[in-house]
Structure formats: C-alpha cells, structure tokens
C-alpha cells in the first residue's frame, strides 16, 4: 500500500502543470526553403543564453550576435547572404530568432550546406533539432550534435520527404544523445540486478514512455516541461541510490533524509532568489522518495519493472519534446509516433548492448572484478543524478 501511495504521489508530479519552459542544453529551427532563399525561426530555451557570457547583457542582442557567428548557408563554395536577424515572439521562457539566407543560384541547379553550430562550443551535450519545409510541403529533419552540424538544403527532386526510417533514425539518436537517459539505464540494470529482471524492467520503462509519449504528442496530456527534466534526473537518482542502499543494506531513514533535502529546495530558492518548481511537484518526489524508503524491504521479480514503468511516464514526456517542436502535421502524427517510438527503443537496446558488450569486456580483462565497482558506480550515478535534479528544479 505504501508503494502504491508513493507512485501515485509521482504520477500526479508528472502531470501537474502545462508546459513552459525548456531544462536541457537543446535548440530547435524550423525552416522554409524558397527557389533560392532560406527562410528560419531558431528557438533556444532562454536560460542556455545566458550560458553564452559571463557578464550580464542584453540576451536578445546576444543571441543574435551568436547566430550570426554560428549559423551560415553556403552554395558553391560561396556563403550565402545573411539579412539581419530579428527577434520573433516565443513562449514564456524561450527565445526565438528569425533568420533569412538568400544564395546567387536555385537550389535546383546547386545545392547549398546549412549549418547550425550555436552552442555546440558552450555544451557539449547539447543537441540541435532541425527540419526543412519546401515549397511542395515535403518536409524532412535531422538531430545535429558536437561534430555533425550541418543538413543540406536542396530541391524538392534532390531531397526525399522523410519517411519511417527518419523517424526511427530521429528516435534512436535522440536517445543515445540525451545522458541523462543512458544514465538512468545503467542505474535500472543496477537496480534490476539480473538480465531477466533487467529484461521485465526494460519492457516496463518501454510501456510506461510509449503511453506517455504517445499522450503529449496528442495534444491529451501537457506536463510542465521543466518539472519533467527535474523529474529525470530524479529517477537516474532514485534508482541508483535505491541499488545502492540494497547493495549495502542501508536504513530506511536515508530516503528520510532525501526527502527532507527535497522539501528543502523551495526554501533555498527563496534564499538565493531563483525560480522552483510547483510545491505539488516537490512534495510528490518527496513523498514518493520517504515511502519508498520504508518500502524496500519489498524484494521480487517484479520491484524494479514498476519502477521502470513509472518512472518512463516521466521520461516519455521528455521523449515527446522534438516531436512537438517540430509541428508534425496531424495526418502523419501516428506513423511518425510509431516511428519515433521504435528508434527510441532501438536506442534503448543499443545502449544496454554496449553496456553488456563493456562488462564483458572488463570480465575479460578482470577476471575477479571487486564487487565494490558496482557500488561505486551506484553512487557516481546518484550523485549525477542528484545533480540534475537540483540544478534543474533551480533553473
């Protein structure tokens, strides 16, 4: 019963409020490709801005100073004309800027190279979501990351719309580019303790991201954004904290003690004049976290699997956030689901497998590997994890 009480306190921190603001290092830009104009809106979440200058400026200025730095188009050899960048209304939190290109030939006769380099130098995690729109309506999109920040711009005979396997491919990178998902599997294998039960878990976090997924992109359900990526890094918290304190056989008073420091946070922002999270938000992961403490002594097959699928509501809305930057037209809303959601498990896997193929490895190597190394591991992770979840509640 008390399980059951602590899941329902984090569902409902999952869905407490409507979306408005974005926690991780990540930009998007849609953009309309004319005979031989490029027409663009890049949107940045405005604290990332900040990120750009030590001293504090004006951040509309600033953004626009690094765009013009960073993004160029350029055909033939030759760059493009940029026309000077506007600010563009956006979303509470967020930053949008307008930029135009116009290049000596048509598309058609010469295709010209769009890329995006902003931020990649401030983080190196972060990541760019970019999708092009031409004339006829045929659209197609690309995950830009550290090393790979460009994305060609030609004409409709030259460029295929984006089909199932873009989609797919769009899933599977936005998975291995995100950390603090990788991060929160290697946690849940910590936690699972066993390749069948790392297996059920799998399936549950699977089940738990596909049903929230599939609702954000909907339009069914909107959860506060910068409650979602706090909440993320609570649960690569939680659940390699939780393999910790099994492994060491910990007393339940340390989730008592998470809980308290949870609570705690409104008032520290308070003190340092920073933005928090909502209470209902802060009190569930509390709740959740001090009833779980008590819980632990529950052990099974089956323990780690219902985390996971919990856990995944939280990371489903995470998934769901390229799509909706993206304005999918509502005609191909469900293929472009199904097929983002294959290449986020395809990225699960691919992920796990490399675990695997890792620890085999360092078996290999290490024939008797200290049972302490998990344990250290565990407690890398909660630290990460901890991390996350304070910095982004905080931000």
Not at 12 to 28: D, E, N, Y
Not at 130 to 137: C, E, H, I, L, N
Not at 205 to 219: C, I
Request: proline content about 5%.
């Amino acid at each position: 019963m008390k399980a059951l009480c602590a899941l329902v306190c984090l569902i409902a921190a999952i869905t407490a409020a409507p979306a408005h603001a974005h926690t991780r290092s990540q930009s998007f830009s849609t953009w309309t490709i004319g005979e031989n104009t490029l027409e663009g809106v890049y949107q940045i979440d405005a604290y990332r801005v900040t990120q750009l200058s030590e001293t504090p400026q004006d951040l509309s200025r600033l953004l626009r100073d690094h765009l013009e730095k960073t993004v160029t188009l350029v055909q033939d050899g030759q760059p493009c004309t940029m026309a000077p960048l506007h600010a563009a209304s956006a979303p509470r939190g967020d930053m949008r800027v307008e930029i135009a290109f116009t290049c000596p030939q048509a598309f058609a006769q010469k295709t010209a190279t769009l890329t995006i380099g902003a931020l990649f130098d401030v983080s190196l995690s972060h990541v760019h979501y970019v999708r092009t729109t031409d004339a006829s309506g045929r659209f197609a999109e690309a995950i830009l990351a550290k090393g790979r920040t460009t994305i060609a711009i030609a004409a409709t005979a030259d460029v295929p719309a984006s089909g199932f396997v873009d989609f797919v491919a769009l899933g599977f990178e936005h998975v291995l580019s995100g950390v603090d998902h990788v991060a929160f599997l290697i946690a849940l294998a910590l936690l699972a303790g066993g390749v069948w039960r790392l297996l059920l878990a799998v399936t549950g976090f699977t089940l738990g991201h596909s049903l929230t997924l599939a609702l954000v992109a909907l339009g069914i359900l909107k959860p506060d954004t910068a409650a979602i990526e706090a909440l993320i890094g609570f649960t690569v918290a939680w659940a390699a904290g939780d393999a910790l304190a099994r492994a060491r056989n910990l007393p339940p008073w340390f989730g008592l003690a998470g809980a308290c420091g949870i609570l705690a946070l409104p008032l520290l922002a308070w003190l340092l004049g920073m933005p928090m999270l909502s209470w209902l938000v802060v009190v569930g992961v509390a709740l959740f976290a001090a009833t779980m403490s008590y819980a632990r002594q529950i052990d099974g097959p089956y323990v780690a699997p219902v985390i996971a699928t919990v856990f995944g509501l939280a990371h489903g809305a995470g998934f769901a956030g390229p799509l909706l930057e993206m304005e999918i037209a509502p005609g191909s809303l469900i293929w472009t689901l199904l097929a983002f959601n294959l290449g986020v498990e395809f990225g699960q896997l691919a992920a796990l497998a490399l675990l695997g193929a890792g620890l085999w490895l360092l078996r290999a190597a290490v024939p008797r590997v200290p049972p302490q190394v998990s344990e250290v591991a565990a407690a890398l992770l909660f630290a990460l994890g901890t991390f996350w979840f304070v910095s982004r509640a905080l931000a």
